[in-house]
């Protein structure tokens, strides 16, 4: 057999080969692993807490009934079993019986009953609630607790934070509590005079309750018309605040006047000062006229002054008020509560 019909030979059955491959691999299945057609769980999504503040959208921890993490931070959604008290879960959660009442905002005294969630802490302090323009170091000051204290404690990042954001503040207490009651003798609502005892001019009608509410930690003590004129430096500890022709003086937040004093009072004129509980006190000074007494138990907003010049001010257009926050006698950046 010749050299070129060996290879006319061997072309012919490769083709054959060929021809007869392409026919069954048009009627067999594909080949394919056992493992591509094995069934995939599903996993289940649980609830999570989404938080959204101008174009930002950020995931949480998931969070289960029992057992389950808060956004944000470690703390457990505990659901109250039958016989469980405030003092049992102190116990097991070796947490402060104040730190439980102060996350769950429950009153003094208050019982617990089953089938009631409640949020735990894992350390002893506070929960804050992120407002929009506030800082990691605003909200340290705040509380007077360490920033790294709190980003430790947060798993904090960088400086970034979110309005809606939750925060354990480890160590740190409630800004505004229970104010303290100071005993006072009966007194007639006879107004209160000066130091030379003569009764003050009658100053223009004023809303009773401020019509500017405000949800800063505490309210802006003076209504919507007002604004500053002198902010926090280390010259000058407080806030000066004006509105034109004089106004109102509103309560910075609930408590109970614990000075209301005519007369020069080391420059700050006529003042008034109110605790709020947990060591806060807010001052009011230069007034023109004092409607709150030593006693008096105010509300959030309500109208205890007039805004004067008294003290050490300058001229007719020294009329403000001077506002003080002071946090266990240590004089505060008032735009840290004021803000909204």
């Not at 999570?48 to 993490?69: H, Y």
């Not at 505990?78 to 405030?86: A, I, T």
């Not at 104040?98 to 019982?111: Q, S, Y």
Request: contains cysteine; neutral net charge; glycine residues 10%.
């Amino acid at each position: 057999m010749s050299q070129e019909s060996v290879i006319r030979w061997l072309s012919l059955r490769v083709r054959i080969v060929c021809a007869a491959a392409f026919v069954v691999a048009s009627f067999a299945p594909p080949y394919a692993p056992k493992a591509v057609f094995a069934f995939q769980e599903i996993e289940s999504i649980d609830q999570q807490f989404l938080l959204v503040e101008e174009g930002f959208l950020m995931k949480s921890s998931s969070l289960t009934q029992q057992g389950g993490r808060r956004a944000y931070s470690e703390a457990i959604a505990h659901k109250v079993k039958e016989g469980e008290s405030l003092e049992r879960l102190t116990q097991r959660y070796q947490i402060s019986k104040e730190t439980i009442i102060w996350a769950n905002h429950l009153k003094e005294g208050a019982t617990i009953h089953p089938g009631d969630e409640l949020v735990i802490l894992p350390v002893d302090g506070v929960l804050h609630a992120v407002k929009a323009g506030q800082t990691l170091l605003g909200i340290a000051e705040l509380y007077d607790i360490p920033a790294e204290t709190i980003a430790q404690q947060n798993k904090i990042k960088g400086s970034f934070l979110m309005a809606g954001q939750e925060l354990i503040v480890p160590g740190g207490k409630p800004i505004v509590s229970k104010p303290t009651v100071v005993a006072v003798a009966p007194s007639s609502k006879a107004p209160v005079k000066t130091g030379n005892g003569r009764t003050p001019p009658p100053t223009k009608p004023m809303e009773e309750v401020t019509t500017a509410p405000t949800s800063g930690v505490l309210q802006k003590p003076c209504s919507g018309k007002c604004f500053i004129t002198q902010y926090f430096n280390p010259s000058h500890y407080a806030l000066d605040l004006q509105e034109k022709g004089g106004g109102a003086v509103y309560a910075a937040e609930a408590g109970t006047v614990i000075r209301a004093e005519y007369g020069w009072n080391g420059g700050y004129g006529n003042v008034i000062e109110v605790d709020h509980g947990n060591d806060l006190i807010t001052l009011y000074a230069h007034n023109k006229e004092l409607l709150a007494k030593v006693g008096d138990q105010v509300q959030r907003g309500q109208l205890i002054a007039a805004m004067g010049n008294t003290g050490l001010v300058y001229g007719s257009t020294g009329i403000h008020i001077h506002f003080e926050v002071r946090v266990k006698g240590v004089k505060k950046n008032p735009m840290l509560y004021i803000e909204e």
